[in-house]
């Protein structure tokens, strides 16, 4: 199923807007907001349509619906999300019940270090160690018990993992670590905004930093962060250091 129909065409229109004059277009200036404001207007549109159905006028609710859907095709163009990649998501899943189609989610959560430490531990270490030959004594620098940490698991083993570090209001977002047979599927991606989402939420931190290594510089900067200063080596890999305003 393509890009037709009055949807199709308001989708092609707002991907259209993109780096338009936001004094010409109110998408546009959506646009210029960034990503960050889209979703906000989005959740704004969904809460009213939520109360014109619960209040049941049809009419103001098929205008709300219309509105909703609207923001929704802008906060999706701010990610470089296409209509094309939501339709054929759901085409996925076109056959499978909804209880199978949630427990092949990935399910991202806080962990308790206390009682999960190891299962962080060991996917870093496959990671970390195994493959990219980082020496044990620096992945293992005894600071896990201070940080929070994430981890995401896929068909209830875990696959993913993360930490942060927080110091004065910034927040230092380290050992990404997604295993092998779990790259590829938008995994990363979806912890990071996870991460990301709960920090945002959190009025004393304004702005979360990583060390990135360069392969990954691409993945980080569609996430919002931006590259600064010169690279340099972390554990014999090249990195750069990265920073993304939360607010």
């Known amino acids: 199923m393509g890009q037709g129909g009055v949807l199709g065409r ?23 907001r ?22 049941g006028d049809r009419a103001k609710l098929t205008a709300e ?17 296409s209509l094309d990649d939501v339709l054929a998501e759901l085409a996925r899943r076109e056959g ?6 949630k427990a092949a989610r990935p399910q991202i959560r806080r962990a ?28 293992i620098d005894g600071e896990d018990p201070s940080c929070r940490h994430w981890l995401v698991f896929l068909g209830g083993a875990p696959v993913a993992t993360a930490r942060v570090r927080l110091a004065d209001g910034r927040a ?4 990404v670590a997604v295993a092998a047979e779990a790259r590829g599927t938008g995994i990363g991606a979806a912890l990071m905004q996870a991460i990301l989402a709960e920090l945002a939420a959190d009025p004393a931190v304004s702005e979360a930093w990583l060390e990135s290594q360069t392969h990954a510089l691409a993945f980080y900067e569609r996430l919002g962060f931006v590259a600064e200063g010169p690279e340099f080596l972390d554990a014999g890999l090249p990195h750069r250091r990265m ?5």
């Open 10 to 32: 308001l989708a092609r229109t707002v991907a259209a807007r993109r780096g338009a004059d936001p004094e010409s277009s109110h998408t546009a200036r959506l646009f210029s």
């Open 34 to 55: 960034g990503p960050e404001k889209c979703a906000e207007k989005f959740g704004e549109e969904a809460i009213e349509a939520i109360i014109e159905a619960v209040k």
């Open 65 to 81: 619906a219309a509105d909703v859907l609207y923001h929704l095709l802008v906060m999706l163009a701010a990610r470089d999300v």
């Open 96 to 101: 499978t019940s909804g209880i199978a189609e």
């Open 112 to 139: 308790d270090w206390a009682t999960e430490g190891a299962l962080c531990t060991e996917i870093r270490h496959r990671v970390f160690v195994e493959e990219q030959r980082v020496p044990k004594a620096l992945e």
């Open 172 to 175: 230092k977002i380290q050992r």
């Open 243 to 247: 920073r993304r305003a939360l607010r």
